[in-house]
């Protein structure tokens, strides 16, 4: 008797050969996309502004597959565009299209901003000690709350102001969020923006703690940074509130100013 809708084993290792290949040919195929697309965007750093045709000729590849990788990095925020002068163009048209890098583009090529400012940082506690790198890490500080002080003024409860810190947080490139725990909220920083910095410097997250418990109007405490290795920078800020009267009504000037007291601690809310 014949039977049917049977597989021999060598038809059903020939089917797994077949499917093992044809991953292998894609992920080879992402691959080398992967790799043009960061010759596209390296040829924009080094001669952009740059036309698609322009692209194409250096590269010795087709102008549409040139114009699919610059179709991706304009839509991943990684390029833009500008049309041409019309100076010194032949023919009559529309003026050709110039794709340049953005910002974001260029970070794919790295940067020493890093190294720049834990050496300046260095540089500032050699030559003037470290109450300078301190000073510099408080000025920093109050320059970021001042701009979001009056919305973290109108929250009337510790827990109110934590909310409001943390979306001013995120608009300044921090993803932060609050969750209640227990008899608090815990202020999370998912991402730090000076966290290699910080990990040689901490007087920047000691600032960072000093100005939250300034315009939080309560003692806070720092339970863990990215900059010691953490997953995220966490502040617990109780419900209850411990300001003097006013407190946290203070200017950006008296902020920046504060200095030690006769103790040797910083005269911020944090210490009251």
Request: with cysteine; aromatic share 4%; hydrophobic share 40%.
């Amino acid at each position: 008797m014949k039977k049917v809708g049977t597989s021999s084993p060598a038809a059903v290792v020939d089917m797994d050969t077949a499917a093992r290949s044809s991953a292998q040919q894609s992920a080879a195929g992402q691959a080398g996309d992967g790799r043009t697309r960061h010759t596209v965007a390296r040829l924009l750093l080094e001669r952009g502004p740059i036309t698609a045709v322009e692209v194409a000729e250096e590269l010795g590849v087709s102008p549409t597959a040139v114009r699919r990788h610059l179709d991706a990095l304009v839509a991943e925020g990684e390029a833009w565009t500008r049309e041409s002068s019309r100076r010194g163009r032949r023919g009559r048209g529309r003026p050709a299209k110039l794709f340049l890098l953005t910002e974001a583009g260029r970070a794919r090529f790295g940067h020493a901003y890093d190294d720049l400012a834990v050496a300046a940082l260095r540089f500032l506690a050699e030559q003037a000690g470290e109450q300078a790198v301190r000073s510099f890490a408080r000025q920093r500080m109050a320059t970021l709350v001042s701009h979001h002080r009056d919305a973290l003024a109108a929250g009337e409860t510790p827990a109110e102001r934590a909310e409001v810190l943390a979306n001013a947080l995120t608009r300044e490139g921090y993803a932060a969020s609050t969750r209640s725990v227990g008899a608090g909220e815990q202020l999370c920083q998912h991402h730090c923006p000076v966290a290699h910095v910080a990990a040689d410097f901490p007087q920047l997250c000691e600032a960072e703690t000093e100005a939250f418990a300034e315009v939080l109007g309560t003692h806070v405490q720092r339970l863990a940074t990215i900059a010691n290795g953490d997953a995220a920078c966490t502040t617990h800020v109780p419900h209850t509130r411990s300001e003097r009267p006013g407190a946290h009504d203070r200017s950006d000037t008296e902020l920046t100013s504060a200095g030690p007291n006769p103790h040797g601690r910083w005269n911020t809310t944090a210490d009251s």
